[in-house]
């Protein structure tokens, strides 16, 4: 993880005024389930001090001009007003793969015509229609296009992104993807989290092997990345067409041994039986989309974050994810933009708030938790991430409105207005 808040650059202390609304998300330790999702902890006529890189103090605006008083610092704070807006957590975007190289167009018409994703995955288009211009793509273009979808990310409010690779799946294409996200990450102000999805098709060389793939994940990838340390999770797409619930065990394994966390793209089109992975402590288990009444019951009881990415059943036209019922069931819910060039194009998370309002009947107060604080545990940055408490990073997100669900409200449109990552303020 790239933090340029503990690059040691010092900086003046910055005051956010005349903030109309302000969402604190303050208040425990853990991923936030049932009601408690609701609950954002809404101040109205706030600020917020921000100090090296981390919030000093939040609150009603007489506490914090007080505060900042304290502090003698005046003449050399940096004051921005807000102008009535709504002050949030910026968004943590837990799951995305930015390392590609072009957009998947004919994908696209043949989906509109009436092909499913499946099938023209198995008629080698999809994912593996992506492999080839990434293997033969420079790492500075790479990182270009991976800072390019930063850049784009924040200007809708993300502050916090995790970013895969799983385009390349050769050792060193896979290696090359991840030095690309590290590349971009040194040069955007936001928090990058990274992951290997080296398992994320069988490449057609090992499409009559495919266990000998999975070995070369497991014996090569996994501990390249380990060492050069590229990567903080491992991810497998496990799914009929990629790779079974034994393969990534076998993977997770893999990665444990080599102290890095795991999580996995499941029940996307099919169920799976979940059970078998607990034992991995899986950080998220991401889609959803198909999942067993079983599974989703003793999802409730783990720690696993439930993250649902209904951009992807926006785009291929599919059912979405149970987010009420996991929601009333108990499960910690993290929503996120799966922001790729196959199954969910958009790197908006306010677009993904109105998807999960409008499809998944989530409220505004619900789908935000699931953005900021939620997203922050499915990283396991809960405690640094995704809610605005004094010792915090200083991820902030203003927003033109001055109610908090119009976030969900507007959609196709963009109200943010400046954001603050790790203390530094961007203005739109
Ligand atoms: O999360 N399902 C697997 N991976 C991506 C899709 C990748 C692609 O089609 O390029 C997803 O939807
Ligand atoms: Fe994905």
Partial sequence: MKDAAQAGRPRPPLLLNNIGTLLTLQGGRDPRRGRELGNLNVIANAAVLCRDGKIATAG???????????????????SFDCKRGTVMPGFVDSHTHPVFAAPRLLDFEKRIQGASYQQIAETGGGIRSSVESVRSASEVDLAQ????????????????????????????????????????????????????????????????????????????????????????FVDVFCERGAFTLPQTELIFDAAREHGLGVRAHVCQFSPQELSRLKRFSPASFDHLDCLSDQDLKSLAQQDTVATLLPGASYFLAHSYPPARRLIEAGAAVALATDYNPGTSPTTSMPMILSMACTQMKMTPAESISAATINGAHALRLGGSKGSIEAGKDADLALFAVSDYRELCYWFGGNSCSAVVLNGILMKN
């Fill in 60 to 78: 009603p605006e007489r506490e914090v001009l007080k505060h900042a008083k304290e502090l003698g610092a005046d003449p050399e704070i940096e």
């Fill in 145 to 232: 296009g991976v800072l390019a979808a930063f850049r784009h990310m924040q200007s809708s409010g993300t502050t916090t992104a995790e970013a895969k690779s799983g385009y390349g799946l050769t050792t060193e294409a896979e290696l090359k993807s991840l030095r690309a996200i590290r590349q971009a990450a040194g040069e955007w102000p936001g928090t990058v989290v990274s992951t290997l999805l080296g398992a994320h098709v069988v490449p057609p060389e090992f499409a009559e092997k495919p266990h000998e793939y999975v070995k070369l994940v497991c014996e090569q990838m996994i501990p390249r990345v380990a060492s050069d340390k590229l990567a903080d």
